[in-house]
């Protein structure tokens, strides 16, 4: 049974910083590429970054380039998001998902965490 569980979520003041992380188990890790994607009341959920199996090939939103970044570590079955310089909009659920390669297009997932939020106060 695969399982994603992501934490490090919370409250923080705008210009802070958050790093969230996502266990996986029941799956051969290294073999999924991973992604982060963030959901707000109302709206799509929306690609916010993903990473090769290996971890050699990136992709964000433009909306997060500079300012989000997304590594993993295969030994502990983890992926992480680190969040700097947050904003207000950065406020949303955020959830990680496992697939078979890098997409924008939730579709295009597998397995998904319960998510996560981060409220990100002016």
């Known amino acids: 049974q695969v399982q994603l569980v992501e934490s490090g979520g919370g409250l923080v003041q705008a210009g802070g910083s958050l790093r969230l992380s996502c266990a996986a188990t029941?799956?051969?890790?290294?073999?999924?590429?991973m992604g982060w994607f963030r959901q707000t009341p109302g709206k799509e959920r929306e690609f916010v970054a993903g990473i090769s199996g290996s971890g050699l090939t990136t992709v964000y939103a433009d909306s997060v380039k500079g300012q989000f970044t997304i590594t993993r570590d295969n030994a502990v079955n983890t992926v992480y998001l680190q969040m700097n310089t947050l904003k207000p909009e950065d406020t949303a659920v955020y959830y990680c998902a496992a697939g078979a390669r890098i997409s924008v297009v939730t579709n295009e997932y597998l397995y998904w965490g319960q998510g996560t939020q981060v409220t990100v106060s002016s």
């Open positions: 029941g799956l051969t890790f290294r073999s999924y590429a």
